[in-house]
Nanobody, 122 residues
Framework: QVQLVESGGGLVQAGGSLRLSCAAS????????MGWYRQAPGKQRELVAA???????NYADSVKGRFTISRDNAKNTVYLQMNSLKPEDTAVYYC????????????????WGQGTQVTVSS
């Protein structure tokens, strides 16, 4: 199987920065998209940012200009640099990876990390 392990969450004051990391391991042939989602209390999970293996990125409008997603394909790791954090960024952040496990089958499945809490105080 595939495991995603996240790190880097925590408590920060408004205007501060945090960097999240997510490393994928296990039975991996290739990874297409890797991304970050978040879920605040009482709200649906939403896409924050995503990046393809070729480097194409996509951001939620609410984080454009403040967050930067990057990826190390050799390490199967994705990062989220979060600057100018706001209280409304408070949420559990989840890593997602679209993984192909076998060279024999062109099948990609989605995997999720356990989530890491980000709390921004005002």
């Amino acid at each position: 199987q595939v495991q995603l392990v996240e790190s880097g969450g925590g408590l920060v004051q408004a205007g501060g920065s945090l960097r999240l990391s997510c490393a994928a391991s296990g039975r991996i042939f290739s990874i297409n998209t890797m991304g970050w989602y978040r879920q605040a209390p009482g709200k649906q999970r939403e896409l924050v940012a995503a990046t393809t293996s070729g480097g194409t990125t996509n951001y939620a409008d609410s984080v454009k200009g403040r967050f930067t997603i990057s990826r190390d394909n050799a390490k199967n790791t994705v990062y989220l640099q979060m600057n100018s954090l706001k209280p409304e960024d408070t949420a559990v952040y989840y890593c997602n990876a679209n993984v192909r496990q076998s060279h024999l089958f062109y099948v990609y499945d989605d995997y999720w990390g356990q989530g890491t809490q980000v709390t921004v105080s005002s």
